[in-house]
């Protein structure tokens, strides 16, 4: 079968409710250039369903489109338009397998506690779709965001709302000062392939962890732990001194801030004692029944309260501690949902800079915003956010109207560092210690562990080192903006990549174009960079690419779903992400109960010029270059006129936007002279969508405020989600 032109995710939630609507305009408009756009499913319900066929009929199977898609980026061919989709946290898994059993598909519960080697086998299998299973695979490349030029332009023509901050503030950031990932890590660079195994040794004997791991050589490989004890020391320590900060008429709230979807195995773990932390008093004395109703702390507060629901004992032993506890920062005041309801929505990425921007503030459970303590257990990514707040205290709010821009060139190829992680994280079950050796006997790695230690090897490939400084150097040469490395050579992974970087940037005649900072102090300088107006390239490792191009975009831009998101394939592919996902679950609620849909497909409009231009250049297609300049023209357009989605009922939303972009889109195409044809094509295109302005956005505007229906939330029904995101027989009758 050919590969089409462009693949086209098919995705999760929001997203994946807007491509019902965005991507029949893509196909209709990339037809008239000779263009197949085709779609891979990688939401969370295909990867399922592709992981247990032998339970499904033949008519339910799916093809394993993850797989093939982890191929095709490997190839010069590639070239992929990649929505965000669901990290899944072990609620959300278990939540997607009950949808997927109540629509005839018999697959097999998750095990929360396999006990059988069957259920073990079974447990094995779901661990793959688990967290960041779908970014590894296809990030075969690294990366390259930064807000697109009419983005930015707009941002500070339109500056966004950005809370006050005041010095004296309470608002700050906690972390562990030993014991943690950052203080017991070690690395080594690997002079020659190796192969290894991680063994824990105790005085029972050896035990195997992980065997038959493989290393290219020159690749940096990294080993470390958190202390279960000293965690749940400083977790303790913290809710007593935020305790202790309440004063009479202004709350102080208790935080946490992880990635608990992307790092599946360690950060869940780590939300788990957060948890027991809080609820240590109820744990203490009701271990037994708690144990017996099948409480998994791991799960969060929302899944225990639902198993002790009919046991107004401990109910009420809950209640009691509430008033010895912090209040909490809230994910949902409105419906009393805090942060340590459920682990999927603890996301460092998406939490931080929304309280950042919102001078310090977070919701509490009085539906008031106030100071925050936020907790990040692990120190090695703490320093950037401690470093912002301080920042702001002594500055003020950041300006988006004068506001300079922080770009980011990422190491994420070949599941570079601790995003890579999860097959070489576990849990410790005994005191012993912890070694990665190699086949000829040689100790990489070593620790000394306790019971409940978390433990982690995580590793970063030569050949994307290389590309990751290569793309440094064009990016810094094609702006000549100021280029900072957010190394720290006091970490021992960083300090092994710095003996990489500066041979490379010296043999490349540009160290004197680079600065390499610690990230606490990179961070200010960012600061301090775009607070005079001017740019900066943070230069960054796969965890902080992540949090960064979430924290700055967020501060200039309002959001990170505006970026442009380009992953320059290593084989010559090219991959175009459309932006974070983290408010997705909010929208698709707000969808099913008031008809609305604010998420906004800018980060999609961005990804779309790109995939255009690229295959313009990679194949030598003039027509995909004009619909690319031409969906640039479109973009700018929905920014000028104020065409992107509203976030209440009544205003316009998703769908509008979409309306409005293929009308932009054709007039462009309709206005450009570079190609006679494509222009023929859309005059009678542009005209009729300008004609029946009225009568389209009139029926686009019937599902307003009324539940809709979308037959499902991880799995829909196409022809359900097509009626609600297709309303307009007059749009669907001119596109086709």
């Known amino acids: 079968m050919t590969t089409p032109d462009i693949i086209y995710t098919k995705v999760d939630e929001a997203p994946e409710l807007a491509s019902a609507s965005l991507l029949p305009i893509i196909q209709r408009f990339a037809k008239a250039a000779g263009i197949s756009v085709g779609t891979k499913d990688i939401s969370l319900a295909g990867r399922i369903l592709a992981t247990f066929p032998e339970h499904l009929t033949n008519d339910q199977r799916v093809s394993d489109d993850l797989a093939a898609l982890g191929e095709l980026v490997k190839t010069p061919a590639a070239n992929v338009i990649k929505l965000p989709n669901i990290s899944a946290s072990v609620p959300q898994l278990v939540a ?20 059988t080697e069957e259920e073990k086998a079974i447990r094995a299998r779901y661990d793959t779709i688990k967290g960041s299973a779908v970014n590894p695979v296809l990030r075969e490349g690294n990366s390259d965001r930064r807000a697109a030029a009419a983005v930015k332009n707009y941002a500070q023509k339109n500056p966004h709302r950005m809370g006050a901050w005041e010095a004296s503030s309470k608002t700050r950031v906690a972390a562990m000062d030993g014991g943690d990932f950052f203080s017991n890590e070690t690395s080594v660079t690997l002079e020659a392939e190796t192969s290894a195994k991680i063994v824990l040794e105790t005085a029972r004997g050896e035990t195997v962890l992980k065997d038959g791991l493989s290393y290219p050589a020159g690749t940096v490989l990294d080993a470390t732990y958190m202390s279960a004890s000293a965690l749940d020391a400083f977790l303790a320590d913290e809710i007593g001194k935020t305790m202790a900060a309440q004063t009479e008429g202004e709350a102080v709230l208790f935080s946490l801030h992880m990635k608990a979807t992307m790092m599946k195995v360690s950060d869940p773990i780590i939300f788990g004692h957060a948890v027991k932390a809080w609820l240590a008093p109820v744990f203490d004395k009701f271990s037994e029944e708690l144990k017996a109703a099948g409480v998994n702390p791991n799960s969060g507060m929302g899944d225990l309260l639902a198993r002790v629901a009919d046991n107004p004992e401990i109910m009420a032993a809950i209640e009691e501690n509430r008033k010895s506890r912090p209040p909490m920062y809230m994910v949902d005041s409105d419906k009393g949902i805090g942060n340590l309801h459920v682990p999927s929505d603890v996301i460092i990425d998406a939490s931080m800079p929304a309280l950042i921007r919102a001078g310090g503030k977070g919701w509490g459970p009085d539906g008031k915003e106030h100071d925050a303590v936020c907790v990040i257990p692990d120190n090695s990514y703490a320093p950037v956010y401690d470093e ?17 821009t922080v770009q980011n060139i990422g190491l994420m190829a070949q599941k570079a560092e601790e995003y890579g992680s999860h097959p ?10 912890v070694k990665m050796i190699a086949s000829d006997g040689t100790v990489l790695h070593s620790h000394d562990v306790q019971p409940g230690d978390i433990w982690r090897s995580a590793s970063a490939r030569k050949a994307p080192i290389e590309d990751w400084v290569q793309l440094a150097i064009d990016r810094q040469k094609a702006t000549g903006f100021r280029a900072i490395f957010w190394l720290d050579a006091n970490r021992a992974h960083d300090a092994q990549l710095i003996q990489y970087v500066k041979p490379l940037l010296q043999a490349a005649g540009v160290a004197d174009k680079f600065e390499i900072m610690a990230p606490r102090d990179a961070t200010r300088a960012s600061l301090e960079t775009i607070t005079k107006g001017e740019n900066t390239i943070a230069i960054t490792g796969n965890v902080l690419r992540d949090y960064l191009t979430d924290l700055f975009p967020i501060l200039e831009l309002a959001t990170s779903a505006k970026m442009l998101s380009i992953v320059k394939l290593m084989q010559g592919g090219g991959l175009f992400e459309t932006g974070a996902g983290g408010s997705a679950p909010k929208h698709v609620q707000q969808l099913h109960g008031e008809g609305h849909l604010r998420w906004d497909s800018l980060g999609e409009f961005c990804a779309l010029g790109e995939s255009f231009t690229f295959l313009a250049d990679a194949k030598g297609n003039a027509k995909a270059r004009v619909l690319g300049n031409a969906v640039d023209a479109a973009t700018q357009g929905i920014l000028d006129d104020n065409r992107s989605p509203g976030r209440k009922v009544s205003q316009p939303d998703n769908r509008d936007s979409h309306y409005w972009f293929a009308r932009y889109w054709a007039e462009a195409l309709a206005a450009q002279t570079d190609d006679a044809e494509l222009a023929a094509e859309f005059a009678p295109v542009a005209k009729a969508l300008a004609e029946h302005e009225a009568t389209i956005l009139a029926e686009l505007d019937t599902t307003e405020g009324a539940e809709a229906d979308t037959g499902g939330y991880y799995m829909n029904d196409p022809a359900k989600l097509a009626a609600v995101m297709r309303p307009s027989a007059t749009l669907n009758g001119i596109i086709g």
């Open 96 to 115: 997607a397998v009950t949808e997927l059993q109540s629509k005839g598909y018999n697959i097999p519960n998750y095990p929360e506690a396999p006990d």
């Open 388 to 404: 912002s707040i301080a920042f702001f205290k002594e500055n003020g709010a950041l300006d988006p109207a004068t506001a300079g």
């Open 424 to 433: 070489t994280t576990f849990e410790i079950a005994e005191s012993g210690t």
